[in-house]
Each structure stands twice: as structure tokens, then as C-alpha cells.
């Protein structure tokens, strides 16, 4: 069966500082995959989705940046944090872009 | 643009009441219509919907789609505590590219 794994789970960094958040699927091969952001009392927010090694598409401009260096595995990445990229963040995956997505369980960052 | 709307925002019933959630969408190329549940963290998969009128049922759980309205509804019947959480309500579009939308998402409480 296939899973996600996402990680940290939780995250506090200093203004400024660099992030990166991990997202690794098990199970599949060449999934679709996606970071979201989710905002209180707002919806999922696509930031990112990548059809493949290499391939990666930004849906909002922003500080945050992906790669994906391996067929399942998806990085989140920033050089310098500020205040607004606090939030909760989601891996998801799917077998072609109009199928379901499956969720990690998110990384909850706060930047101070 | 795009918009998919779920009401009511928050709901408190108590165990064995019947609830029912709503989900209306303006999207360009419906494709389908994704429920989630979301309790702490990751969100897990309810039920996609691509045809009208046809029920998807799970349980106590059930849904389903007016494509000519362009709304859908979550029913949960007998409400347990274990209810408790984050309903969210997605839409795939193709606009530009293929992408799914997401609602606020409805918080419901069930009280013992």
C-alpha cells in the first residue's frame, strides 16, 4: 500500500532563517505530487505540483521554492523565512493530476 | 475566478443528531467534486463525485452532486463524537491546468 511521510511535524524558526520540509511517498511510482499551505479560515492553498523529477510548477508567486530531486520526493524550500510563511503545511499525492490526493500529516511551521 | 464555498463555517450538535453539509462551486470544466475529512492533521479521503444525482454512501456517511445547481452535500447520520473535525469540500477544474479547489471547509462539533 501506498504512504506519505512527511516531516517535521512541527517547526519554529527565526525571520530570515532557511527552510526546508521533506515529503517522501512509498508505494508508487512517478506519483503527482503537491505542496499546500493552509491558512486559518482559509482553504488549502496549492503552492506547488510536480509531474515528475525535475518538473515543477508554482501555482502563487511567493518566497517558498520546490524541487524534486527523486521520483518520491518532494522538498519545500526558502532562503529567508518572513512572518507571512508561518502556516500549516501539506504534502499530498495523486496517480495522475484528476485523481484523489492524499495528504501527509503536515508540518506546522511558525516563524517569530 | 474560480470559488468554492462551504457552509454553514461551524456547527455543534450533539451525538446521534443528523447534520448536513454544503458545498457550492463556480468553476470552469467541472470535473469532480472531492470530500475530506480533516481532524488534526492530514486530511482523509470521503468521497469523489463526477455524476449527478448518483449517492456515494459509507456508513453513516453519505453524498451527493447536482451538477445542474452546482452544490453538493455531505449527510452524516446518528453523529458520533469521533465526527468531530474539518470538513473540507474540493473541485477539480481545468483551467489553465488541472488543479483542485478548495472551500474553508465546514468545523463541525459533536457533543457527548
Known amino acids: 500500500s501506498q504512504t506519505i511521510h512527511q516531516w517535521p511535524a512541527t517547526l519554529v524558526q527565526p525571520v530570515g532563517s532557511p527552510l526546508s520540509l521533506e515529503c517522501t511517498v512509498e508505494g508508487t511510482s512517478n506519483p503527482n505530487l503537491y505542496w499546500y499551505r493552509q491558512a486559518a479560515g482559509r482553504g488549502l492553498q496549492l503552492l506547488f505540483y510536480?509531474?515528475?523529477?525535475?518538473?515543477i510548477s508554482s501555482e502563487v508567486p511567493q518566497n517558498l521554492s520546490a524541487s524534486r530531486p527523486q521520483d518520491r520526493q518532494f522538498i519545500l524550500s526558502s532562503k529567508k523565512l518572513l512572518l507571512s510563511d508561518s502556516g500549516f503545511y501539506l504534502c499530498a499525492w495523486s496517480v495522475t493530476r484528476r485523481d484523489i490526493q492524499y495528504f501527509g500529516a503536515g508540518t506546522r511551521l511558525s516563524v517569530l | 475566478e474560480d470559488k468554492v464555498v462551504q457552509s454553514p463555517l461551524s456547527l455543534v450538535v450533539h451525538e446521534g443528531d443528523t447534520v448536513t453539509l454544503n458545498c457550492s462551486y463556480e468553476v470552469t470544466n467541472f470535473r469532480s467534486l472531492l470530500w475530506y475529512k480533516q481532524e488534526k492533521k492530514a486530511p482523509t479521503f470521503l468521497f469523489m463525485l463526477?455524476?449527478?444525482?448518483i449517492e456515494k454512501k459509507s456508513g453513516r456517511l453519505s453524498s451527493i452532486l447536482d451538477k445542474k445547481e452546482l452544490f453538493s452535500i455531505l449527510n452524516i447520520t446518528a453523529t458520533q463524537t469521533g465526527d468531530s473535525a474539518v470538513y473540507l469540500c474540493?473541485?477539480?477544474?481545468?483551467?489553465?491546468?488541472?488543479?483542485?479547489?478548495f472551500g474553508t471547509g465546514t468545523r463541525l462539533k459533536v457533543l457527548a
Open positions: 463526477t455524476s449527478s444525482g
Open positions: 474540493a473541485v477539480g477544474s481545468i483551467t489553465g491546468t488541472y488543479k483542485y479547489i
Open positions: 510536480s509531474v515528475g523529477i525535475g518538473q
